[in-house]
DNA sequence: TATCAATTTTGACAGTGTCAACTTTATGTG
DNA sequence: CACATAAAGTTGACACTGTCAAAATTGATA
């Protein structure tokens, strides 16, 4: 992990801040298939092993880019959250998996990296708290709505979180047969989810 | 798209098949990050450029992978609900459930090729008939359990199809808390499935 | 000012996918 | 049976990639 302070580097200014914005970009507008570290040195304008000071491999940075991505999700779910009143918990739950797929689809790529599995992943402290950060978002939203002092928390916020994520990945990687209406699906899924995550023992 | 019927080509045998198993083979053991088309040639015994003939590209070989997939995830599927009694419409669509899961778990590389968006997916008949023949199953299920006469079948299908895809995802990506228990998830989420697609309008 | 370490560049290496040109081989037609 | 023909496979090349080692450059510090 390099420096998380910036020191004001000595050549460049601050290519490691530079080759993520850098890699960010270029992973929004390309893909990841073609995200390559050679195009992220040139876009910041230095030699194609310059970015070895900075990132052990290529997954590294895309290890901080994937963090910094699950960064602004939460919070643009927080700003979901926030516009809906803090009593109506299920209505706020809603409103965050709304916010998710909104996410997913606006962001595809740094989403599907966000959701790779990546050998890296455990060696990156940045992107770990960044991930664990969400989790601990949507947990506390599910607390709101089922009550605190239930055992089963963490299986039903699981519940929620797959199945918004299942949504969010259908839509994006295009599995949905084509004519169904993606927004149906959405609100449709999402209503059902606090009295699923409610209810007691759902067996058909 | 090659020669669908096999006539027994010159040299090899069956070159285009040999390439096909290889490369199910390479993708399962090394994953889709090592996954090499150069690889697949030099285990089918063959020079590098010998695919060229079969496959248009690395994506053709891919695509004809993932449709193989398909093809095993719906036999998988039929196995597992022919073991439940077709009376009991929602136990059977959850034991599905159950099995979509495990496929997932237990061809996790060639799982995450077949959901994966790709540019070659729409060129690919076989890919699309297979991937097809997988909603049909799902959307025949569910409406086993929630009755013929609805209009919202497409939608509810879509609902199953994306909450046990998230729960697979989530746990092939290793993205849930490790502490929490994937067998605990499955169940407490399928269980929950039958109900919440035959409810009316479950808004919190 | 001189040293020194961090940073960057240069050059190289082993891979990759894809292409064009060439060689080999099986087939079916005379 | 001989042979033209087209399919199948090989060889060699190109541009590209990630990564590494060595050299060169630079900013800060003593």
């Given at each position: 992990m390099p420096a998380k302070?910036?020191?004001?580097?000595?050549?460049?200014?601050?290519?490691?801040?530079?080759?993520?914005?850098?890699?960010?970009?270029?992973?929004?507008?390309?893909?990841?298939?073609?995200?390559?570290?050679?195009?992220?040195?040139?876009?910041?304008?230095?030699?194609?092993?310059?970015?070895?000071?900075?990132?052990?491999?290529?997954?590294?940075?895309?290890?901080?880019?994937?963090?910094?991505?699950?960064?602004?999700?939460?919070?643009?779910?927080?700003?979901?959250?926030?516009?809906?009143?803090?009593?109506?918990?299920?209505?706020?739950?809603?409103?965050?998996?709304?916010?998710?797929?909104?996410?997913?689809?606006?962001?595809?790529?740094?989403?599907?990296?966000?959701?790779?599995?990546s050998l890296q992943f455990d060696k990156s402290n940045h992107l770990q708290a960044a991930s664990h950060a969400a989790w601990q978002q949507l947990h506390g939203q599910v607390t709101a709505v089922i009550g605190a002092e239930r055992g089963d928390i963490?299986?039903?916020?699981?519940?929620v979180w797959a199945l918004v994520h299942g949504i969010a990945s259908l839509i994006v990687d295009r599995r949905f047969p084509a004519a169904l209406d993606p927004q149906t699906v959405i609100e449709q899924s999402l209503s059902s989810l606090p009295a699923a995550i409610r209810g007691g023992l759902g067996v058909s």
């Open positions: 302070t910036k020191p004001k580097p000595y050549h460049h200014g601050d290519l490691y801040e530079t080759l993520v914005q850098a890699g960010a970009a270029l992973l929004a507008e390309q893909g990841l298939e073609n995200f390559t570290l050679r195009e992220c040195a040139r876009r910041a304008g230095v030699s194609h092993a310059a970015p070895k000071n900075h990132f052990a491999s290529v997954e590294d940075l895309l290890c901080e880019i994937a963090a910094r991505g699950f960064e602004q999700f939460v919070r643009d779910l927080d700003a979901a959250a926030d516009a809906v009143p803090s009593q109506e918990a299920g209505p706020r739950l809603i409103a965050m998996g709304r916010a998710y797929v909104a996410f997913a689809r606006a962001n595809a790529p740094v989403y599907l990296l966000m959701f790779r599995h963490d299986t039903r916020a699981a519940h």
